[in-house]
């Protein structure tokens, strides 16, 4: 599996896949990429309160990251997610426009992808 770039990845989306996937990996990995990503703690800072190495700190972000997008990229949970809220949210605006056969249709469509 390749590993990702650290730099391309949106923290949002990070967060996303660990709540969806972050029960697949081992917890001590689940617990750094959320101490890294959801708690913003740098490398150095999750090292020093988990009494290990910088390095070993990274590699086990870089690790879990690249298992994340493996899962997203196998099951597209997020997607399907990221998916469904904007059926939602277009279907709300749609009926506040008084659009109700189109908000209808929008609807549909949610229903089609659950």
């Given at each position: 599996m390749s590993v990702p770039d650290l730099k391309?990845?949106?923290?949002?989306d990070v967060c996303l896949w660990l709540d969806f996937y972050g029960p697949l990996l081992t917890p001590h990995t689940q617990h750094i990429?959320?101490?890294h990503f959801a708690e913003d703690m740098s490398l150095a800072e999750i090292?020093?309160?988990l009494g290990i190495?910088?390095?070993?700190?990274?590699?086990?972000i870089r690790r879990g990251l690249s298992n994340l997008v493996?899962?997203?990229?196998?099951?597209?949970?997020?997607?399907?997610?990221?998916?469904?809220?904007?059926?939602?949210?277009?279907?709300?605006?749609?009926?506040?426009?008084?659009?109700?056969?189109?908000?209808?249709?929008c609807l549909m469509e949610l229903k089609n992808l659950l």
């Open positions: 391309n990845l949106s923290r949002t990429l959320d101490l090292a020093e309160n190495s910088r390095q070993a700190v990274h590699d086990r493996g899962y997203e990229k196998k099951m597209g949970l997020v997607q399907d997610f990221n998916r469904q809220k904007q059926c939602i949210t277009k279907a709300i605006h749609l009926l506040e426009r008084g659009e109700v056969r189109n908000a209808q249709n």
